[in-house]
């Protein structure tokens, strides 16, 4: 790319707000700086893109520790390219003129991340939800991103660094500032060690706007979005659509059936939006390759009667609880054949599943836990 394509996207993207769909559509298909030319002739946007001191932006940016990051450069992310493609989001879309980064992590690093989003207001289960995926997550080798807020995003940002991972923070104010200013300390954390990422110019203020902006963008750079606790209103809904737009993998944790804070992520699950994932080792089954990361479906603890045949668990099935009962008592209730039925009782006594009482057998409590029979189940 050239240094005027370049100083062209720093004067359009300081000129028009992040995720004007239709002027980065075009950007994408004339080039920055066929569009730069031909808005220079609008009267109102022209005069205001003349203002625009692209070279100061650059100067300002690098002494903040800012990369402006191209679609020419090797280092960005293609995944970001599909944004093109995805249609709008309440006027929100298409690929950014390019990404103002802090911190060494590099842009291309990012493909097979996973996006942990939810609510601000979390719960204490929502935010150990977020954490524990996150850190699996991250000991697997894969980077997290998400948006440094409060809440889920937090929580996310600070399990990744639990895993020893590395964690990218998407922010809808300027990538040299932090929102909100309680998070300085992991926000500076993350820039230096991962990366800061923002679509708005340096020294750009948060609004609500921009963050929808930002969204589109957590869920391109990523292959899977994960949404922890979300309301019916939750702007993590708003990622969660764009990862639907761009066939992302999308999942959801579920929370209490009675929480507010989980009913969008429940409706997400229910609509067959989002799969159900209820731990690190779920996400990563969902967004690896065919054939990695499987997991075992949850089987309760196996039992001694287990490895049991059948005809020995209908014998063990009539052996009373308390009181002893003769074999063909026993023989009778399990509707067998009496010798059948003495030679299980003694391969079962063998096993230490029942004992002699009496003239008769009955169940023996488990050595592990006395009084207890766990047969009965």
Not at 239 to 256: C, D, E, F, I, S
Not at 313 to 322: E, I, S, T
Not at 324 to 341: D, F, N
């Amino acid at each position: 790319m050239s240094d005027s394509d370049r100083l062209a996207r720093v004067a359009l993207a300081a000129t028009v707000e992040p995720g004007r769909h239709q002027l980065l559509t075009l950007t994408s298909d004339l080039g920055a700086e066929h569009m730069y030319a031909q808005l220079l002739e609008e009267p109102d946007f022209g005069a205001r893109l003349a203002e625009a001191d692209p070279v100061r932006l650059l100067s300002e940016g690098a002494r903040a520790g800012l990369r402006f990051v191209t679609p020419a450069d090797d280092e960005w992310p293609r995944q970001l390219d599909d944004l093109s493609r995805a249609g709008t989001l309440q006027e929100r879309g298409g690929t950014p003129l390019g990404l103002w980064v802090r911190g060494p992590l590099r842009l291309d690093a990012l493909e097979g991340s996973v996006a942990v989003v939810g609510s601000r207001s979390a719960t204490t289960y929502g935010a150990d939800a977020a954490a524990d995926i996150a850190e699996g997550v991250a000991r697997a080798g894969r980077v997290v991103v998400s948006g440094a807020a409060f809440g889920i995003d937090q929580a996310a940002h600070r399990g990744t660094l639990v895993g020893d991972g590395a964690t990218v923070a998407v922010l809808a104010c300027g990538a040299d500032r932090v929102y909100p200013e309680a998070h300085r300390r992991l926000v500076e954390h993350i820039a230096a060690e991962g990366a800061v990422i923002s679509e708005t110019v340096p020294g750009g203020a948060p609004m609500r706007f921009r963050f929808l902006s930002r969204n589109r963008i957590i869920a391109a750079l990523t292959v899977g979005t994960v949404v922890v606790e979300a309301a019916v209103r939750s702007g993590a809904l708003n990622t969660a659509n764009w990862a639907g737009r761009l066939n992302r993998h999308l999942m959801g944790v579920p929370g209490p059936r009675t929480s507010a804070a989980s009913e969008g992520v429940h409706q997400l699950v229910r609509s067959g939006a989002a799969s159900l994932v209820t731990g690190p080792e779920d996400v990563l089954e969902v967004v690896a390759a065919a054939g990695e990361h499987l997991t075992e479906p949850p089987r309760g603890p196996e039992r001694p009667r287990d490895r049991l045949d059948h005809r020995h668990q209908q014998v063990l099935d009539a052996v009373p609880l308390a009181t002893g009962a003769p074999a063909v008592s026993i023989a009778r209730t399990a509707g067998l054949g009496l010798q059948e039925v003495r030679a299980a009782l003694t391969r079962l006594a063998g096993a230490g599943l029942v004992e002699p009482n009496g003239p008769g057998w009955r169940l023996a409590a488990p050595a592990h836990e006395p009084g207890a029979a766990p047969f009965l189940e």
